[in-house]
Each structure stands twice: as structure tokens, then as C-alpha cells.
């Protein structure tokens, strides 16, 4: 059975620093794009990071630039999200996914085209 299990999240103050790790068990994901993605309650899910199979490429929405960082161990496969100073808006339930297509450089990611899904792990940023 695959799985991604999520970890790392709870709860910082504005300005504070989390870890979100997600480990693939079942299969492999190493020759894939791993993608970061959150749902605020009321909202739409958003894609906040990805990253291609040999972490040459990566995407990030433009509200997370320069505070958030992607990255990735496929001997360990498990996908990383490294958030700086975050912030309140940042308060959602992020999830990790498995995209078996291929990357694209023109077309930003999407969570329709992910096939594999996290259960999600939270996290509140105070003000």
C-alpha cells in the first residue's frame, strides 16, 4: 500500500521557522515530481512548492518566495519543506503529493495532476 505521511507541522509564532517532512512508503518516488500544497479553511488548495525527480527544478507560489525551500532525499524518499518567517496567512493544512507525469517548465503545477496524497498535517502561524 503507498503511502505519504506528513510530519512537522504544529503550531509558531510570526517570524518563526517549521520542517515539514513527507516519507513515501510502498513504492518509490524517486524518478518523480514531489509536490507541496495547503487548503486554508473556506479555501481553494493551493500549490505552495514543487520539485522535480533530481531536484534541478523547482516551482514555488509567488507568496512563499524567498521564505520557503523545497527539497528532497530520494535515499530516503522523503520530500522536505523548509517555511522561514511565516506568517499568519501561512496558517493552513499542508499536504505532500506524487506527481507520475512528467515535470513541465511551462506549466505550473497542479494538484489535479498529483496521484498520491498525504493526510495532511497542520499548521497555525499566531500574530
Known amino acids: 500500500q503507498v503511502q505519504l505521511v506528513e510530519s512537522g507541522g504544529g503550531l509558531v509564532q510570526a517570524g518563526g521557522s517549521l520542517r515539514l517532512s513527507c516519507a513515501a512508503s510502498?513504492?518509490?518516488?524517486?524518478?518523480?515530481?514531489m509536490g507541496w500544497f495547503r487548503q486554508a479553511p473556506g479555501k481553494e488548495r493551493e500549490t505552495v512548492a514543487a520539485i522535480n525527480w533530481n531536484s534541478i527544478r523547482t516551482y514555488y507560489t509567488d507568496s512563499v518566495k524567498g521564505r520557503f525551500t523545497v527539497s528532497r532525499d530520494n535515499a530516503k524518499n522523503t520530500v522536505y519543506l523548509q517555511m522561514n518567517s511565516l506568517k499568519p496567512e501561512d496558517t493552513a493544512v499542508y499536504y505532500c503529493?506524487?506527481?507520475?507525469?512528467?515535470?513541465?517548465?511551462?506549466?505550473?503545477?497542479?494538484?489535479?495532476?498529483?496521484?498520491?496524497w498525504g493526510q495532511g498535517t497542520q499548521v497555525t502561524v499566531s500574530s
Open positions: 503529493a506524487a506527481d507520475l507525469g512528467p515535470w513541465s517548465d511551462y506549466v505550473a503545477p497542479r494538484a489535479p495532476n498529483y496521484d498520491y
Open positions: 510502498g513504492r518509490t518516488f524517486s524518478s518523480n515530481t
